[in-house]
């Protein structure tokens, strides 16, 4: 970490300002937690397709007929109608704790929803989603196309509103110094350990390796610092 003036931010935070004045920092979700909701979404609507269907194939002509209205409907407004009445999260997006909405951190409304989900059919060319995974891959909030254009993002949510209890270690004096750029880094990393998994925590810890070397729990000696540079004493 010596000589590096301005270290790279240690999560991918969409950082907005609220017209009171207030700094959200909003975790956005990367390809693969909103690829295993889209998976859990996708595998409803497949039972719900092969309900629908059976009932259906008794109704000869007519059925066919209406089997393929609900296909249209549950497919173009299955997400939309979740999204904007429980609160940006289809089933799938619960399950993984995500949520859309708004870029600038308001919740999704009935315009933006319908126009990000009807661009699935682009951001899918030419085959499994290759625009869509691109254009999250170059874009620094992991938005695909259908995101951009109607200017929504989809975030990590904490499940039930709850906040996680502080994990309490000592302060830990760090073994050299520090440019002010990392010592709010490392404060920073503290403030957001309770709001991460173990994995991603200690995924973000290593890329302090000269500063957690030789430590048992690299995560927690980063929140020891932390500590130590925000100048509590041991049992506070």
Not at 12 to 30: C, M, S
Not at 40 to 66: C, E, H, K, P, Q
Not at 158 to 173: A, D, E, H, I, K
């Amino acid at each position: 970490m010596p000589g590096n003036p301005t270290p790279p931010p240690i999560d991918t935070l969409r950082e907005i300002q609220t017209p009171e004045g207030i700094d959200l920092h909003l975790p956005v979700a990367g390809p693969l937690p909103r690829a295993l909701a889209w998976l859990v979404d996708a595998l409803i609507r497949i039972i719900l397709y092969a309900i629908v269907g059976f009932v259906s194939a008794f109704l000869g002509r007519t059925g066919f007929g209406l089997f393929l209205v609900f296909l249209f409907l549950l497919e173009w407004f299955y997400p939309v109608v979740f999204e904007v009445l429980r609160q940006g999260q289809t089933p799938g997006k619960r399950a993984y704790g995500l949520r859309v909405l708004h870029d600038d951190g308001t919740p999704i409304g009935w315009n933006a929803s319908l126009l990000r989900n009807l661009l699935r059919v682009v951001d899918f060319l030419p085959l499994f989603y290759t625009l869509g995974l691109l254009a999250m891959l170059l874009d620094r909030h992991f938005r695909r196309l259908g995101d951009l254009a109607a200017g929504s993002v989809v975030v990590h949510v904490n499940p039930n509103g709850r906040q996680p209890s502080p994990t309490r270690v000592r302060p830990l004096r760090p073994p050299f110094p520090l440019t002010l750029d990392e010592q709010q880094a490392i404060i920073d990393f503290a403030d957001r350990v309770p709001h991460l998994t173990p994995e991603r925590a200690a995924e973000l810890a290593s890329a302090a390796a000269p500063l957690v070397q030789g430590q048992a729990d690299p995560v927690a000696a980063l929140q020891g610092m932390a500590r130590w540079l925000r100048g509590e004493e041991d049992g506070r």
